[in-house]
């Protein structure tokens, strides 16, 4: 068969958008109620981009999910952490949807699921069913919404992915329509020297740069005198309609005297870059004031798939006695606009310039493996663990070592090996690595022992030690008291908690047998649904044995009557 014209010109114009064409209104949506975001796609988060939206769900859990289209349940999750309850289904088209942080699924569904959990004696489970198994129609209720796994309110974490490469996309891009007439918010311009000696307004370090609205609506920042390499960053977000929630922009241009020097967008990403973030942001910035700075450049490391162009990788040659005038163009996807500009001026550093470079005994190359022995504890550091080379401030205190601080990002694991033995060995057991928080509590860091030596593997850097928790978990009945009859209840309720390290596991019998708790750790919440009708007598016995990280155990025996 040969291409008519019209094919080709509309192949053609498909090379010229660089565009993947979306099934455009074929998906419904996955609630019945109006869709609000609390979360938009490629919103920076804590080490990766947000793969999906997250929708409200009016501050409530158990809001009825539904299959945004036909097609067959490929995978099933129940985790402690990440998207808790999760459903996967792939559609005939080519893409998969997720479902995250549910409540629980359909009843279908549930069964399903509940089968494996009493098979394998675990609330944790994953499957995969075969193609065809659990087969779904669009609009068909499929789950709950909830809270489940790393969600801090109730709300539905819904993706649309590739379902070849899992590459998540926007689910924008399939023609969900989402309320929004606020243009994206600018809150802060900074400007980076990139190169040797290259300077910003009598600077050698990152720069805040003042701006103000002009009257036709777009912003304009103050003069900015440089030369040299420089580069642009701001502090910014989205607005929608109906929510008062920062989310993320679609689109980020940056643009010298009418050329592009670089342009992005969250049309889509992969899983295997997504930790690359720590790149796009001043990571730096963020250590110290939490708060996400983009850059329009691309530093070293950035192994980023989502620039659509760039030249000179986004940075701006000042040369002396020349002005130039950049833009920073942000938008959503909606396509509303906020435009900045920014007049430079190349001009000679006059005055002192300031330069605090922290430098340090050790300047650690990145390309390259790095061992450190601190006394009583050793760091080592893979090749690659870093993006760049950098001045690495290492301590050993009495009982700590501080590995720099969390202001530069690793992407791989780093060992730290403490040396125990001064620690008496019937405490070893005990004993974990800690990691010390901004409140200088110690977080409990998986330990691997080997004789006296303890090792870690961590991407964080910070402050470590060796803490010990001698204290096993508690275990209390929530909402029933031992010896009464519980005729009416639904679920049985036990509490859990540990001082130190944290629950590692729990398991929990009813007269003698394996039962299913749901455990929701924020919470610290054990939960039995009398709906499984396990071992169901008169005289129940209710036995959970609870271990903590470093294998303190505790257990709570208890009886109720039922009838
Ligand atoms: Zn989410």
């Known amino acids: 068969m040969k291409n008519s014209p019209c094919v080709l010109f509309f192949l053609f114009c498909l090379t010229l958008l660089g565009q993947e064409q979306y099934p455009k209104d074929v998906f419904g949506p996955p609630m019945d109620i109006p869709i609000i975001l609390a979360g938009t796609f490629g919103e920076l988060r804590s080490n990766h981009f947000h793969a999906g939206l997250d929708i409200k769900t009016q501050q409530r859990e158990g809001i009825p999910v539904n299959a945004i289209g036909d097609g067959t349940v490929t995978r099933i999750k129940v985790s402690l952490w990440g998207y808790g309850k999760v459903l996967y289904i792939a559609h005939p088209n080519g893409y998969t949807s997720v479902y995250g942080h549910l409540q629980k699924f359909s009843p279908t ?5 509940k089968k494996l959990q009493y098979e394998k004696k675990s609330f944790e489970v994953e499957v995969f069913p075969d193609y065809g198994e659990i087969k779904v129609t669009k609009g068909e209720l499929i789950a ?6 790393g969600s801090a309110g ?7 992915r590739s379902s070849i490469s899992e590459k998540p996309t926007n689910p924008f891009l399939y023609g969900m329509h989402v309320a929004d007439a606020t243009n994206p918010i600018l809150e802060k311009l900074f400007a980076y020297p990139l190169s040797d000696n290259a300077h910003i307004n009598h600077n050698q370090e990152r720069t805040q740069i003042n701006f103000s609205r002009q009257d036709d609506g777009t912003y304009l920042a103050d003069k900015v005198e440089a030369l040299g390499e420089i580069g642009f960053g701001f502090i910014g977000y989205d607005r929608l309609d109906m929510a008062a929630n920062k989310n993320g922009v679609y689109s980020v241009e940056f643009n010298v005297n009418g050329k592009i020097y670089s342009l992005y967008n969250f049309e889509s990403f992969s899983f295997g870059e997504t930790r690359y973030i720590n790149t796009l942001i001043d990571y730096d910035y963020y250590g110290r004031h939490r708060q996400r700075i983009q850059k329009s450049f691309k530093s070293p490391g950035n192994n980023l798939s989502i620039y659509k162009e760039l030249y000179n990788e986004g940075k701006v040659k000042v040369n002396k006695g020349l002005s130039y005038t950049a833009n920073l163009i942000i938008k959503d996807y909606a396509g509303n606009t906020v435009k900045l500009a920014i007049p430079i001026e190349g001009k000679e550093n006059q005055g002192p310039s300031t330069n605090n470079d922290n430098v340090t005994d050790n300047f650690l190359v990145a390309k390259k493996p790095n061992n450190y022995d601190l006394g009583g504890a050793k760091v080592y550091f893979p090749a690659n663990t870093f993006y760049e080379d950098f001045y690495i401030d290492l301590k050993k205190g009495a009982d ?10 690793a992407h791989r694991n780093f060992t730290i090996t403490f040396d125990a033995s001064k620690y008496p060995k019937e405490t070893h057991k005990q004993l974990f690595i800690a990691r010390l928080n901004d409140k200088i509590q110690p977080n409990f860091t998986n330990t691997y022992k080997r004789g006296d030596l303890f090792t870690a593997r961590t991407r964080n850097l910070g402050t470590y030690t060796i803490a010990q928790d001698t204290t096993p978990p508690t275990i209390r009945t929530k909402n029933f008291k031992e010896k009464q009859w519980l005729n009416n209840y ?6 859990i908690a540990d001082d130190l390290s944290g629950i590692d596991s729990y398991t929990a019998t009813l007269n003698g047998e394996w039962i299913l708790m749901e455990y929701e750790p924020k919470r610290n919440t054990l939960t039995y649904n009398f709906d499984d009708k396990i071992a169901d007598q008169t ?3 209710l036995k959970v044995t609870v271990t903590d990280n470093v294998g303190n155990v505790s257990t709570l025996t208890t009886s109720f009557y039922r009838k």
């Open 109 to 113: 569904i549930e069964a399903y699921i």
């Open 144 to 149: 709950y919404s909830g809270n489940t796994g």
């Open 154 to 160: 109730p709300h539905l974490h819904f993706e649309i």
């Open 400 to 409: 700590t070592v501080t590995i720099h601080s969390n202001t530069v990002p």
């Open 490 to 495: 639904k679920y049985l309720s036990v509490s």
């Open 539 to 541: 005289q129940c016995v």
